[in-house]
C-alpha cells in the first residue's frame, strides 16, 4: 500500500497546527500554572494562547487545519484562569468550536 504522508487520515494540516502541538505538550510536560506565578514573562503556551486571542478570527481559522482546532481548543480551555476572554475573543471561540463540531471532534 502506497504512503501518503496523510496523518490521522486527516486530508489537511494547517500551519498553525505544529505551533500548537508543541505548546499544548510544553503545557503537560511542565506545572504551566506554577511557572506562571514564578516570573514575569509568560510561559510559551500561555504566550501562544494569547496570541491566538489577540489575531483576527478569519486569520487564524485559515491557518488550522482539523487537529489545529481540536489542539487550539484544549489549550484554550486549559488556560480559562490565565487569559482575559473579552468581546473580541468571541468570533474565533465561535468558530472553533463551529468547526470541531462540524469535523466531528466534539460531542
Not at 486530508?11 to 504551566?32: K, N
Not at 487569559?83 to 466534539?106: K, Q, T, V, W, Y
Amino acid at each position: 500500500k502506497r504512503i501518503t504522508g496523510i496523518p490521522y487520515g486527516f486530508l489537511t494540516t494547517g500551519l498553525l497546527d505544529g505551533i500548537l502541538h508543541c505548546a499544548v505538550l510544553y503545557q503537560f510536560w511542565t506545572d504551566t500554572h506554577r511557572l506562571q506565578s514564578q516570573s514575569d514573562r509568560p510561559p510559551l503556551p500561555v504566550q501562544v494562547a494569547k496570541a491566538l486571542l489577540s489575531a483576527p478570527a478569519g486569520d487564524v481559522m485559515a491557518s488550522l487545519g482539523p487537529l489545529g482546532v481540536l489542539r487550539a481548543l484544549d489549550l484554550l480551555y486549559g488556560f480559562r484562569t490565565l487569559l482575559e476572554f473579552n468581546i473580541d475573543s468571541l468570533p474565533l471561540l465561535l468558530r472553533l468550536f463551529s468547526a470541531g463540531a462540524a469535523l466531528g471532534l466534539l460531542p
